[in-house]
């Protein structure tokens, strides 16, 4: 029984990403065929440089869809079941999450929340509840296994589980989906797991991508407001005024 560690990698992302989103935006825009323009992108007829800057120029425009060609694929591990349960909420994206029915959980890890880590009375009440939930998971694996549940019994031993015990994900989201994914979860408004998760791999992608990413982060940077309302604004940017709201 263990504190776990918020860990982010990218595995993988659409080779080529800036020609491609380059050529579904000219698609749009050009008389001729992307097909016939594609082997001289990629003999570097047009520069990386000025392809970027054209993508930048349409994305101001509000014209997102091109982006949805490329994707990426993060793995994730040292998060709660209380984090993967507001991530896999995100319809746009496809997940595969560690089975809690075929992995073992008796020695399961956990995610400490820093609130409850600062307070030593605080923290000794969980860790103690952590150990307590981790006996009894193993030992109702236990009875059950004696009753015939073979190796069934994790599935239901499971349910003793707290939403602490730690999970692991691959996510793949395309560029639209994570910037939507950033405005939402890279927010003050959002809880603080997923929004530490949300970051690290913000912080990814703006290296991996600036076009798209350089300015991503939550809605308030793009909006130039705060659009959460008197009750929930954390005060980084101005509240919407009727001016704006217009
Ligand atoms: C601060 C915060 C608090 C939250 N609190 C709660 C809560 O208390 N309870 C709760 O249940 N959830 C809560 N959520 C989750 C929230 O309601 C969304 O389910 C979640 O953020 C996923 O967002 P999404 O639907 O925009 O994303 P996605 O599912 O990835 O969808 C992306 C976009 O596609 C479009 N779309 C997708 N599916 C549909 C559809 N069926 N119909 C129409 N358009 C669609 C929408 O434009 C959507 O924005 C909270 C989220 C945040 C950020």
């Given at each position: 029984m263990a504190e776990a560690r918020l860990e982010v990698k990218l595995l993988a992302g659409t080779p080529?990403?800036?020609p491609l989103i380059y050529a579904a935006f000219r698609q749009c825009y050009s008389p001729g065929f992307v097909g016939d323009l594609w082997p001289r992108l990629m003999q570097g007829e047009i520069s990386p440089e000025k392809q970027a800057g054209f993508i930048a120029k349409v994305l101001e425009s509000g014209h997102d869809s091109p982006v949805e060609h490329v994707s990426y694929s993060f793995a994730v591990q040292g998060i709660s079941r209380a984090l993967t349960h507001q991530l896999v909420r995100h319809r746009i994206a496809s997940y595969s999450q560690q089975s809690?029915?075929?992995v073992d959980e008796s020695d399961f890890e956990y995610v400490l929340p820093p609130a409850i880590a600062r307070i030593p009375q605080a923290r000794e009440k969980f860790?103690?509840?952590?150990l307590e939930a981790?006996?009894?998971?193993?030992e109702l694996k236990a009875i059950l296994q004696e009753h015939d549940r073979g190796n069934k019994a994790g599935e239901d031993a499971r349910f003793v589980l707290p939403q602490a015990s730690e999970s692991k994900i691959v996510v793949t989201m395309n560029c639209r989906s994570l910037l939507h994914f950033?405005?939402?979860r890279c927010c003050r408004r959002?809880?603080?797991?997923?929004?530490?998760?949300?970051w690290k791999m913000l912080k990814i992608l703006k290296d991996e991508l600036p076009v798209i990413f350089h300015h991503a982060g939550p809605r308030c940077e793009r909006l130039g407001y705060c659009p959460e309302g008197e009750r929930f604004?954390?005060?980084h940017k101005p509240l919407r005024t009727p001016a704006a709201s217009a």
């Open positions: 080529n990403a800036i809690q029915r075929y860790e103690r509840f952590m981790g006996r009894a998971y193993r950033f405005e939402l959002a809880q603080w797991e997923i929004r530490k998760m949300a604004t954390c005060g």
